[in-house]
């Protein structure tokens, strides 16, 4: 609120004088008391000065202006406290404007002194009387608050949540009429206790009016959710903490004050678990709305399959299910999961059959380490490495190492026997012989049940026979002999087996003449080549001279070798040319 006045001054520079201008002040209002103001604190009231000239002369205008100054009570503020006159007048005022600083009064605002050198000057008409009271409450009063020092709140955890004490403080703010605020609620709070929502009330009265109520939520939740897991079975049903049955794994979560954030759950998932694997970890992590976690973990390990055997035999095997080596067993156990239990594992390691047997068996029980076990069995593993003994024919008339002529072998054998400890005698089988001239011999093999085999064996010469030959008209030994062709010659020779003289016909197997390639007394042939007796007579034998006859009839002109040839291989030959 401003409110002016106009003021009448009289001051006198050197004493009363008659002739003294008068300064002049009013407040400026329209209000009939000009002299008198009251205001409120804050308030303004504006006060318009002038100077009024006595006995027809204006002294401020005599070549020397005034400087009139003003005394401003400390209630008071101005807006200047003097002012300079250089004319006289209304229409020359000054107005300054006085502010209520405090409550009383009347605060006199007086004029002090005026400064001129040509003139005097009446300051009565100059004072101002100004009473300042207390203004008016027309503002409810103002309520604030903070938590923890802050405003707007600022909870510490997540989604508007105090995980921390949360200290409520209120502010209420009366200035103007601070003796009658009257407040319901507006306690500060220390929230120290977890609470889903606890609200708190301001309300404020005043001459100024009703302010509130103001409200204040608090969520405070410094518990973690609780997370724990149960098992069934409860404990591992095999050995070493393994489970070997299905195993059903549950979760149990729960936050009772600001509940469990689902978007935030990891793992915690219900499950059975009915695979095999090594120890794993399975976890649950719960978070709830305050931004809490709690977590829960437990090993498992399951292992619900028997160990795997691998049963093997390995070695030669012969006849009848024998093996005729070294025999090597194994059962290989393994477990991919729980891995062979070494300590409880018995009878299935590698084991070799180094031995001759006529049966033996082996027996694998594999545990792994969660208790389950596998048995199996191998055999009867027979073996039999030893070859049979005592090979020996059965018959026959063939003395071993003996000698006969070629057409005076006895009878060879045909059979044969031997011994076996083992598996046994099986068969005996002879090979060999034979009756040409030369070295033989008769192999007897004998088999055991197992295949394997021994042999014997005789051996014989058979000799051959001694031709004596050609006779007369034949030369040997080298000698060239000269026959026309076509003509017929007697071809004589003897035949001994030992000292045996040979008179049989059978004993022969051929006659021929063989073409050579050069000779003395004829020309060479132009390839080899090789005549039959073609026109020759029968053979026959002649006891009187102990000699074999035959007439051969000679071949075409050419060189000749003509070649007798026994059964039993043996021969003699002469050479010829065949002349014209």
């Known amino acids: 609120m401003t409110i002016a006045i106009s003021a009448i001054l009289v001051f006198a520079t050197t004493g009363q004088q008659a002739f003294a201008d008068n300064v002049i002040g009013e407040i400026d209002t329209l209000e009939v008391d000009k002299k008198n103001a009251t205001i409120e604190e804050g308030q303004t009231v504006t006060v318009d000065y002038w100077i009024v000239a006595t006995g027809g002369s204006c002294d401020p205008a005599n070549g020397s202006p005034a400087t009139v100054n003003f005394g401003v009570p400390a209630g008071l503020s101005a807006s200047a406290t003097s002012l300079l006159f250089s004319s006289c007048g209304t229409a020359n005022s000054q107005p300054i404007t006085y502010t209520g600083l405090a409550e009383g009064g009347p605060y006199d605002v007086t004029v002090t002194s005026v400064v001129d050198a040509s003139g005097s000057y009446n300051v009565n008409g100059a004072k101002i009387s100004i009473t300042v009271t207390a203004p008016l409450d027309t503002t409810a009063p103002e309520i604030s608050y903070t938590v923890n020092g802050l405003y707007p709140q600022a909870p510490d955890g997540d989604n508007g949540w105090f995980t921390g004490n949360a200290d409520l403080k209120w502010t209420i703010s009366e200035p103007e009429s601070p003796g009658s605020l009257l407040l319901t609620g507006c306690v500060d709070t220390l929230v120290n206790y977890d609470t889903a929502g606890d609200t708190f009330s301001c309300s404020a009265t005043s001459d100024g009016g009703t302010a509130g109520p103001v409200e204040v939520t608090i969520m405070r939740d410094a518990s973690p959710p609780t997370v724990s ?28 004050i600001s509940n469990i ?83 409880l594992t018995t009878g299935c390691d590698d084991t070799t059959v180094n031995y001759d047997t006529t049966g033996v068996s082996f027996n694998c029980h594999a545990v792994n380490n969660a208790g389950l076990y596998t048995d199996a069995s191998l055999g009867p593993i027979m073996r039999d490495v030893t070859d049979p003994y005592n090979v020996a024919f059965t ?141 020759s007579t029968d053979l026959r034998y002649d006891p009187i001279a102990h000699q074999f006859i035959r007439n051969i009839k000679v071949p075409a002109i050419g060189c000749y070798n003509l070649v007798l040839t026994t059964d039993d291989g043996s021969f003699i030959s002469a050479l010829f040319a065949v002349t014209k």
């Not at 149960?230 to 979560?253: A, F, I």
């Not at 399951?302 to 090597?328: E, K």
């Not at 034949?474 to 010659?489: C, P, Q, R, S, Y």
């Open 229 to 256: 897991h149960t098992l069934v079975p409860t404990l591992p049903d095999g050995n070493n903490g393994w489970y070997v049955s299905d195993v059903v794994l549950s979760w149990q979560y729960n936050d009772d």
């Open 261 to 343: 954030d689902a978007s935030q759950t990891v793992g915690c998932l219900d499950q059975t678990l009915n695979t095999d694997f090594d120890t794993t970890t399975f976890n649950c992590n719960v978070t709830n709305y305050a931004g809490l976690s709690s977590s829960d973990s437990v090993d498992i390990k399951r292992d619900g399959s028997a160990p795997i055997l691998s049963p093997a035999v390995s070695g030669t095997l012969g006849l009848n299910g024998w093996y005729v080596s070294d025999v090597i067993v194994s059962f290989s156990p393994s477990d991919p999961t729980s891995s062979i239990d070494a300590g």
């Open 395 to 535: 018959d026959g008339s063939i003395a071993d190492g003996g000698s006969y002529y070629f057409g005076f072998l006895p009878a060879g054998p045909t059979a044969c026997d031997a011994d076996d400890d083992t598996s046994g005698f099986d068969h005996c089988d002879v090979t060999g012989g034979g009756s040409s001239v030369g070295s033989h011999s008769y192999t007897a093999t004998a088999y055991d049940g197992a295949g394997n085999s021994a042999t014997a064996t005789l051996s014989y010469t058979v000799l051959a026979w001694t031709i004596n030959g050609f006779y007369q008209p034949i030369d040997m030994n080298g000698v060239e002999n000269v026959a026309k062709a076509g003509k017929v010659i007697p071809v004589k020779y003897s035949l001994y087996a030992g000292v045996t003289e040979l008179t049989s016909t059978d004993t022969f197997y051929s006659l021929k003449w063989i073409g050579t390639n050069t000779c003395s007394k004829a020309p060479s042939t132009d390839a080899i080549e090789e005549y039959v007796d073609t026109g």
